[in-house]
């Protein structure tokens, strides 16, 4: 089932295909390899880890990646890096693939991480200078290992990966990440099982997980069979459904909460169409701002992508992106990091400018003195309509002007029916659920999607950087979600879906201590994180928002009841209305851009 994952296996970036891999061939120079390296962490449990290196005597920069996705998979990127330099170690982390011990994801990265950088410091061949690399959960390795701070790390390259693992990993807004959680931890069962086999911990258990759209955690609520299953293969998974506020679980892990305790430069890789795009920008801003010394505030650097987990090259979902978009190599961007960092090489990262985006629309790179964008003006867009907003056929539109009008719209949300998900920054089984920009017009064709856009627009208008929305509502029940998308609608009314958010309504205040449940009818405000972007909306194109209860399955369905799909199967539908009158003042929030 595997190898369905493919695309998490990469040597430099966990979940990017293989077209972004360009550079990493076999090693043009002389390199020796050593296999099956074992240290034994404080508790005594015996990881195992590959060893690349150039065959010339000396001490090299050390490079080090610690995955839960096989250290095999790295071989090709390590060979190229020794042939470049550097000694490189790749580690399987505790309890996967040739590495001993329990497998539960997050709890011991922070003590293996420290205890895995000080023994490579320590290798022959080592200068003792330790840098990281890798992404999506290769860069939770990194981050939680920086946290701990061992004496030898002196770099990490944090790619595509979460600031919070409650607040953009496990949920968002309040919501489970259904999509990503249950197919995510599907994937990497079937090496938990072949450990549990080979321990011979289970003898009953069957050599095989069933296929990932048949594996029992795709049904919430869990029956009582899954559950056992689910218990011996992933018990982090029925923790997470556990903890469904962010409490004292996941604080223990929480990178927000430490950037002070990380004392290295980063290179920090985000991207638009990313699941984690919210928290690589947090992590950015969090360690330019906080990170635990002068030398690594003015260190980071940031570079964001366009697809990451969604995708990489010319190519991501349903949009060319062109020619521009081939030139990124994440392979050599990594090694230009470390060959700036530790050898001192005047490349990229020598620029005054630390921070690099994909503009979309123009589809060009840019180099920028921060993020967000300092010369980015705030500016709403307020919802108005007729009172028919349902529908792309309905009367919604957005208005750049400071006068609300009177009015509001409703929809029905039946969460028997929710609103399907098409696209947007999903992982992990594109094969099933495609990622990035797809046509929206489908979902736009619903009677439970409130549509509002503008007109099209006289001239190109750029949109970089946070976006959100500010809202007012009603429902008929205690508890719903609100979810919104930012969309560039074309003039052949292709409708690409840019960036998204949801916000459960019990969670609208705080998602830490007791949920606050809505009194039906009452209005309340909401406002719902769409993370960010970088668009520019060309001449005859459209702004668009959509609005609705669901996202379903990037997001758990919400029942309606106030209680959790995870323990219950009861649901009521819900009478929704959204408010856009002067005292309830609806409006998108976007980053607009000035002509230079």
């Known amino acids: 089932m595997l190898s369905k994952y493919a695309f998490l296996l990469s040597a430099a970036i966990a979940a990017v295909p293989a077209s972004c891999q360009s550079s990493v061939a076999r090693a043009p120079a002389q390199i020796i390899e050593e296999h099956g390296l074992t240290m034994k962490t404080r508790d005594g449990v015996a990881l195992q880890a590959d060893l690349y290196r150039p065959a010339a005597e000396g001490r090299y920069p050390t490079l080090l990646q610690r995955t839960p996705y096989s250290k095999d998979n790295t071989a090709d990127f390590a060979r190229t890096a020794a042939a470049r330099g550097y000694l490189v170690v790749v580690q399987d982390v505790r309890g996967r693939y040739k590495s001993e011990g329990e497998w539960y994801a997050f709890r011991h990265e922070a003590e293996d991480g420290y205890d895995a950088v000080e023994w490579a410091a320590a290798l022959p061949h080592s200068n003792g200078k330790v840098g990281m690399f890798g992404g999506s959960y290769v860069g939770a390795t990194q981050m939680l290992a920086a946290i701990a701070h ?19 990993w496990v949920y968002q807004g309040g919501a489970f990440e259904q999509w990503f959680n249950e197919s995510w931890t599907s994937g990497l069962a079937q090496d938990t ?9 289970n003898a009953r258990l069957s050599a095989t997980v069933l296929p990932l759209d048949r594996y029992p955690v795709f049904n919430l609520p869990l ?15 029925l923790d997470w459904l556990a903890h469904p506020t962010y409490d004292g679980y996941w604080k223990q892990w929480s990178i927000e909460e430490n950037y002070q305790n990380i004392q290295v430069p980063a290179l920090t890789v985000a ?18 701002e906080n990170a635990g010394s002068e030398a690594a505030r003015k260190g980071q650097r940031l570079v964001v992508v366009i697809g990451g987990h969604a995708g990489s090259g010319r190519q991501i979902g349903a949009v060319d992106f062109g020619p521009a978009a081939e030139q990124f190599d994440l392979n050599k961007v990594t090694l230009d990091w470390y060959d700036y960092l530790f050898m001192g090489k005047q490349n990229q990262f020598s620029s005054d400018k630390p921070v690099k985006i994909f503009v979309m629309g123009k589809n060009q790179w840019r180099d920028e003195p921060s993020w967000p964008l300092k010369r980015a003006r705030q500016l709403p867009y307020l919802l108005a309509s007729g009172g028919k907003a349902n529908s792309a056929a309905g009367d919604g539109v957005l208005e750049a ?18 609103v399907p998900t098409v696209g947007g920054p999903l992982c992990c089984d594109n094969q099933h659920m495609a990622a990035g920009p797809r046509d929206q017009q489908e979902v736009e064709a619903r009677q439970d999607v409130l549509v509002y ?26 508890d719903t979600d609100l979810t919104a998308k930012l969309v560039d609608v074309g003039p052949d009314g292709f409708a690409r879906n840019l960036t998204e958010g949801i916000l459960r309504a019990r969670f609208r205040e705080s998602t830490t201590g007791a949920p606050k449940f809505m009194t039906p ?21 459209r702004i668009r928002l959509e609005v609705s ?16 799909a995870g323990t219950s199967a009861s649901m009521v539908t819900a009478t929704n209305t959204v408010l856009h009158d002067a005292a309830h003042p609806s409006a998108l929030i976007l980053p607009i851009v000035p002509e230079h």
Request: charged share 15%.
């Open 271 to 288: 991207a638009w169409y990313d699941i984690f795009q919210g928290g690589s920008l947090r992590n950015y801003i969090g360690l330019r």
């Open 193 to 201: 099982l072949d450990h549990l086999i080979r321990d011979n911990t």
């Open 223 to 237: 029956p009582e069979s899954a559950a056992a299953l689910t218990s011996r293969l992933a018990p982090y998974f």
């Open 549 to 564: 209860s669901s996202n379903f399955p990037r997001f758990d369905r919400n029942l309606n009841t106030g209680k959790d």
């Open 521 to 541: 009818g009452q209005v309340y405000e909401f406002k719902i994180d769409l993370w960010s972007t970088s668009n520019v909306f060309l001449k005859g194109h």
């Open 401 to 418: 002007r400071t006068s609300p009008s009177n009015g509001s719209d409703s929809f029905v949300y039946d969460p028997a029916n929710p």
């Open 150 to 168: 061992p004496p030898h790390l002196a770099g990490i390259c944090p790619i595509v990966t979460a600031s919070n693992y409650y607040g953009n």
């Open 453 to 478: 856009s503008t007109p099209a627009l006289a001239r190109d208008l750029e949109v970089t950087g946070p976006v959100t929305l500010d809202l007012f509502a009603t429902s008929s029940a205690v």
